[in-house]
Every structure is written in C-alpha cells, then in structure tokens.
C-alpha cells in the first residue's frame, strides 16, 4: 500500500487521511470483528497514528474489552454506522483502519489470517496466507481482534 491514503465512511458524514507505511496487514476472523463487520472478518491494516488525523465530521465510538482486558476503541460513522478505524488502549500509537472504508482498497495485500479459531466453517479463506489461532507472535498488537 502507498504511504498515503484517504477514507471515509458511506455517507461521507466522517472522512480521515493517514500517512505513514502500514505496520501490519489482516484480516480478523474474531467474533467481535464478525459482530462489527456483519460478515465473516474484517481486512484492516495498522498504521501509525502519527499519521492520521479526522479532516471531516465526528465518529462515533464504542469502547469495548478484549480478552486480554485492554479497552479497543471502535470507531463508526454514527449516520450510516460504517465501522472506520479501531485503537488498542495499550498501543495509543497504532491505529487500525477498515479497509473498506480507504477510497482506494484495492492495493490491501494481508500479511496473515489471525484469530482462526473463531473463522466459520464457511468462509474459505486463502491458503497461502499464513494462520494464527490468535494473534501472531511478534506483531505489535498483542489483543483480540484489530
């Protein structure tokens, strides 16, 4: 992906710009990123949060635990309810974007299929993608879900 990019949400209610090369890229199969996508995961990719900033509108949030007990922060237009971006309250300085709320996705290549163990039986993901039941080793994400 390029070092720049610009998203939003369906209405065009909440509009953001990142900059800065993505740390990580994936797609979550946990239940709370199926709960919150209304499919079977979510593709998203970290970046720092140096980078990013709102340029339009206030999203909305909602403050959840994770397993591990860090608060995640999902952030969704409050219009239209598209999900935006997430935030791990022990890492202030990553931001995880949808994918599909970028302008342009079509440069998004994931690094790994992460919390499998929770992935549905119909949803056939790509095997040449490595897995992890949970969160990869050595990713600075350590929580469920992005």
């Known amino acids: 992906m390029s070092d720049k990019r610009t998203g939003g949400c369906l209405c065009g209610a909440v509009r953001y710009e990142s900059e800065g090369e993505p740390v990580f890229s994936l797609q979550c199969h946990c239940r709370d990123c199926q709960?919150?996508?209304?499919?079977a995961y979510i593709a998203a990719i970290r970046v720092p949060a140096a980078g990013f900033r709102i340029t339009?509108?206030?999203?909305k949030r909602y403050v959840g635990k994770a397993d591990s007990g860090n608060e995640i922060i999902r952030a969704f237009c409050g219009d239209c309810g598209s999900p935006l971006w997430v935030q791990v309250s022990t890492r202030p300085d990553i931001v995880g974007l949808r994918v599909g709320s970028l302008d342009d996705p079509s440069a998004f290549r994931p690094d790994a299929d992460?919390?499998?163990?929770?992935?549905?039986?119909?949803?056939?993901?790509d095997p040449a993608l490595p897995k992890y039941?949970?969160?990869?080793p050595?990713?600075?994400y350590p929580t469920r879900g992005p």
């Open 133 to 136: 039941d949970t969160y990869p």
């Open 35 to 39: 709960r919150s996508s209304g499919t």
């Open 114 to 125: 992460i919390f499998v163990k929770s992935a549905q039986p119909w949803d056939h993901m």
């Open 56 to 59: 339009q509108g206030a999203p």
């Open 138 to 140: 050595g990713q600075s």
